[in-house]
Each structure stands twice: as C-alpha cells, then as structure tokens.
C-alpha cells in the first residue's frame, strides 16, 4: 500500500516538473527523511512550481514568503503587540506557522533574517520576547536560492548551509520536455488532488527510520565522512551530515521499495547531502570533492 502510493505520489509530481524525475525523487526523499531542502538554479527553473506541488500531493498546508532585502525576522515569525483590553502583550504568529514554508529566493534576505529560520529547522519550534511557539507537525522548510553571482544576493553562512538536509538544482528542461511545456498553454500550476495526509506522511517517516543498514554499510558512511575531513580540513562534514546521510538513503531505498540499504543508496544521495556543506568558495569545489569521494572510497560489500 505505501509503495502505490508513493508511486501515485511521484506520478502526479511529473506531470508538473516535467523531465525530472530524479529531482522530484531526490524532494520527496528528503521530505521522508524529515529534511529541509534548498534548491538553488536560475529563475524560472520550477523552482517554486516543485515547492507548491509537493504541498498539495502530500496534504500539506503551505505558505509561500518572498525573501527581500528589508525584510526583518519578525516578518517571518510574528510580532508580540500589547492588548489595552487585556492589559498584556499578544503574540500574532507570522507566515511561518505553516507545514510547508517556501522560503523565495532566501539569499536575497540579509543574515540576521536568514538566521531567524534557524532555531525553526533545527527544533521545530519559534521563540520570541522569551516565549517559546511550537510549530506545526511535520514541518518543513523548502528554500530556493538564486545563484550567488547575482545582484542583490548574500551568501548562506555554513550554519544555514548544514540545516538543509539536500541542496538540488533543477537545471534546463529536455527540449521534449520543454516543448510538451510550450504545448501545455497555460503558466499557472494545475491545482493538484491531495494523494497523503500529514498522519499518512508522519507514518511513511517512521517506516523510513525501520529500512534496515548493516554494520558495513555504516561502515561505508563513516569512511566517506571521514575522507571529507581529510580532504578538506576545517570544513569536511559534520556528525549532523553523516546523520543526513543515513536519513537519505534509507529514503531513498525506502522509495525504491527496498527494505535494506545498499551502497548504491548512499552513493545517490550523496551529492545532494553533501556538496553544499563542503563548498568552502563555490559549489564547483564541493563537486569536486563528494566525485573525488566516491571514487577513492569503495564500500566493503
């Protein structure tokens, strides 16, 4: 029963992203390995055509907020305002009191509101003026960032960077692809029939986490984080990576209708959990780095 439906799930989300599929089976991965995605690509790429079909399929409530550079956390979070009535200060929730917050084109907010994000995606939870808010379960946050040799952008600080479980890119349609597109006729987003609940969802987490990894194939994790380390001193991956690591695969091979991990699991997540985390001055030295990996690191099978 999970199987079709993560079937019907993927079936419905290629309609959309047309030409895509392991993009869309890297999202969802990353969505069952409770993960946070940022995908990174040109404008008008799909980018937030993914985010909103994602929502939709899986039963999600969802808030889209526009990053700018005036932006201030209490734009995103809420504000506290004092009630003369009540004679006390009232919290109105801001935009991310969601299960799906689409965070548009996030580089191009300052630091300070970058980081609002941050206590949100490491624990689920908000805190202003000393109160602590409890966000809705599941939650996630989808990020899209414009290339940062653009305007207007700041750089995600590696802090930001570690809390995204996958970094994606979209890249340009096929041309069949992009024909079937101009063939299409319409630039809205089809509404799309709701495939998950968010209980069905939390369910297919949890039989994610029971996909069975030997002592070997942990093994293989830990060599490929360690390499990282060495090849790169001071900004290999961290204990939180090697977790992402474990999380994705077992999504991944939870997808494919497996019940156990093999060493191909690993290897097909791998560039998406950790590439972003190994660039030190641009994503080109991160790819350098994860295809130096898995080609001098062999799994004990």
């Keep these: 029963m999970s199987q079709a439906v993560i079937e019907q799930a993927l079936q419905q989300l290629q309609q959309v992203l047309i030409g895509k599929p392991k993009v869309i089976r890297m999202a969802l991965a990353c969505i069952l390995a409770r993960g946070h995605l940022l995908i990174e690509d040109l ?37 506290s305002i004092f009630d003369k009535q009540q004679a006390e200060f009232v919290f109105h929730p801001g935009p991310i009191f969601r299960q799906m917050i689409l965070a548009d084109e996030i580089n191009r907010a300052s630091p ?35 290339p940062s040799e653009q305007s207007g952008t700041f750089p995600l600080p590696e802090s930001q960077l570690d809390r995204f479980m996958m970094r994606l890119s979209i890249g340009y349609p096929s041309q069949d692809a992009e024909l079937k597109m101009l063939k299409s006729g319409s ?4 509404l799309l029939p709701q495939c998950l609940t968010a209980m069905a969802l939390t369910q297919l987490q949890q039989q994610c986490d029971q996909v069975a990894a030997s002592d070997a194939l942990l093994g293989y994790i830990l060599a490929l984080v360690e390499g990282s380390r060495e090849l790169h001193e001071g900004y290999g991956l961290s204990p939180r990576a090697s977790k992402a690591l474990l999380a994705a695969a077992k ?32 994503q080109q030295q991160g790819e350098q780095l994860s295809l130096r990996l898995l080609s001098t690191i062999n799994p004990i099978r």
């Excluded at 970058?114 to 689920?124: D, F, I, K, P």
């Excluded at 409890?134 to 414009?146: D, E, G, K, S």
């Excluded at 630039?187 to 089809?190: L, R, T, W």
């Excluded at 991990?261 to 641009?282: C, N, Y």
Aim: no cysteine; aromatic share 8%.
């Design 251 to 282: 999504a991944w091979a939870f997808i494919h209708g497996r019940q156990y991990l093999v060493p191909e699991d690993v290897q097909a997540i791998f560039a998406a959990v950790a590439e972003h985390r190994l660039r030190q001055s641009s």
């Design 112 to 146: 300070k509101t970058q980081s609002a994000l941050l206590e949100a995606m490491a624990e689920q939870q908000i805190t202003v003026d000393g109160m602590t808010h409890l966000l809705p379960r599941p939650f996630f946050v989808v990020a899209t960032q414009n």
């Design 187 to 190: 630039d809205k987003s089809p």
């Design 43 to 79: 404008p008008g790429m799909g980018k937030t055509t993914l985010s909103q079909a994602l929502a939709q399929t899986l039963g999600l409530s969802y808030q889209r907020i526009q990053f700018t550079s005036d932006m201030l956390p209490a734009d995103i979070l809420g504000v």
